[in-house]
């Protein structure tokens, strides 16, 4: 099998590269950086900047240059996008929504000049479709979509994903709730106060978090690439959202540190602005279609996959 992959180079990216290669898989990875962050004799990179305006005729002599000879690509995975977590500010906020419409547009075009068509395309998206609630519940049919900024984006960025379906591609749109990895992501962040005793709660507590371990994430990434039942939607999360006093609780217990010390919502506020709606706000997800077409969580319940990732740290007084 091999897989062009964009945002190769990211938390999830870094993840499925390994995993998906140790299944025997080739990827290519689109990079704008030369330097190599995953190796092996079955990854290769090619250089790409997609901030560019491309047209056809650049998308064709790219591919024309330095993938045609590598492919034909059994399937397209596009993780590509600027990074959320930094403050939303109007210059911040215009790069998260262009990075994303920039690089799906390019790979929705990059199929239309591919011989043969890589049969499917895995594009990200987020469960901030969703928008933020304490007391709903939400599935891939939920509608209708929020109305906050993230929700916005998505929308749009989903949207041009699925200009690839009018070419007969298959197109799953990965929506990712919160990836718990030990190395990246928000879990690490987290971590900071307990390592100083002063975990604890943030704002009311209350909140949902629809969170997912990263090795059941690529694993599902992996099984939307070989079932073709799997199109549309797919809320990548597990079947067990928390809240997120819970949440904090669960890290307090396993690293035998104290739970004791709320952050107030007006000092995340202050700290984050409007990028503090991520962790003050949540919403309630669960995998209804993951779960239908039979795929199993290695980690559904979220003691099981924070025991995983953080023993090894606790073990070495992180």
Known sequence: MKILLAGGTGLIGRAFTRYITQKGAEV??????PGVTVSGPQVSYVTWHPDKRWDKADVAALYATSLQAIGPFDAAVNLAGASINTRWTAANRRQILDSRLAATRFMVELLTVSSPKPPVLINASAVGRYGTSQTKTFTEKSDPAGDDFLARVTQRWEAQALE?????????????????????????????????????RIGTGTQWVSWVHVEDAVRLIAHSIQDPAVRGPLNVTAPNPIQISNMTREIGRILDRPHWLPVPAFALKALLGDMSMLVLEGQRVLPEKALELGFEFRYPQLRGALEELLNPLRDHGI
Do not use: H, Y
Request: proline letters at 5%; charged letters at 25%.
């Open 28 to 33: 290519t990875i689109l990079t704008r950086e």
């Open 164 to 200: 690839a379906e009018k070419q007969g591609t298959r197109v799953v749109l990965a929506r990712f709730g919160v990836v718990l990895d030990d190395s990246a992501g928000a879990l690490p962040r987290m971590l900071t106060p307990f390592r100083l005793f002063a975990g604890g």
